[in-house]
């Protein structure tokens, strides 16, 4: 049995769908997109973050990435939630729920489930800094990284 093979035998048994396993081994969408906006959010008392970067064009999302430091239910929600958002308008991804993404994973361990809402905060702080900015036309001050908003027309 190889090493993979014997984490997703333990991940199975800690209540992961196959889904949830492979977005976690496999990992999706993990990086950073130069010059998108990108805001941190942290899940209260487990000290876990992410950061989701988006590239927005004319109101549709072209590009999703997202950083975390985090567990295996962190990094199955945030390579699900930017599997969903990418193609989508920025309306669709604001209207996004817990419930969707972790239907979209199939299941996860009970004590994970606040894992999906970490993934969703990093994705709406990031949405709403990027109007924020619009709205000011100044520097966002949740991330000195994510100057260049305005270019992407939100
Ligand atoms: Fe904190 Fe999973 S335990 S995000």
Same mark, same amino acid.
């Given at each position: 049995?190889?090493?993979?093979? =014997?984490?997703?035998?333990?991940? @199975?048994?800690?209540?992961?769908?196959?889904?949830?396993?492979?977005?976690?081994?496999?990992?999706?969408? !993990?990086?950073?997109?130069?010059?998108?906006?990108?805001?941190?959010?942290?899940?209260?008392?487990?000290?876990?973050?992410?950061?989701?970067?988006?590239?927005?064009?004319?109101?549709?999302?072209?590009?999703?990435?997202? /950083?975390? !430091?985090?567990?295996?239910?962190?990094?199955?929600?945030?390579?699900?939630?930017?599997?969903?958002?990418?193609?989508?308008?920025?309306?669709?991804?604001?209207?996004?729920?817990? /419930?969707? !993404?972790? =239907?979209?994973?199939?299941?996860?361990?009970?004590?994970?489930?606040?894992?999906? @809402?970490?993934?969703?905060?990093?994705?709406?702080?990031?949405?709403?800094?990027?109007?924020?900015?619009?709205?000011?036309?100044?520097?966002?001050?949740?991330?000195? =990284?994510? =100057?260049?908003?305005?270019?992407?027309? !939100?």
């Amino acid at each position: 049995m190889s090493d993979e093979e =014997r984490l997703g035998e333990l991940l @199975r048994k800690a209540g992961y769908s196959e889904k949830a396993i492979d977005y976690y081994i496999k990992k999706r969408n !993990v990086g950073v997109i130069e010059g998108a906006r990108a805001a941190e959010s942290h899940a209260g008392l487990c000290g876990d973050s992410m950061i989701v970067y988006l590239k927005i064009e004319k109101g549709l999302i072209l590009d999703a990435k997202f /950083q975390a !430091v985090g567990c295996a239910g962190a990094f199955a929600s945030g390579s699900a939630l930017t599997e969903m958002v990418k193609g989508k308008t920025i309306r669709f991804a604001e209207n996004m729920t817990e /419930q969707e !993404v972790t =239907r979209d994973l199939g299941r996860l361990p009970g004590p994970k489930l606040h894992c999906v @809402r970490l993934a969703i905060d990093a994705l709406k702080k990031s949405i709403a800094c990027c109007k924020e900015l619009q709205d000011s036309g100044s520097d966002c001050k949740c991330d000195a =990284r994510a =100057r260049s908003c305005n270019q992407y027309g !939100v």
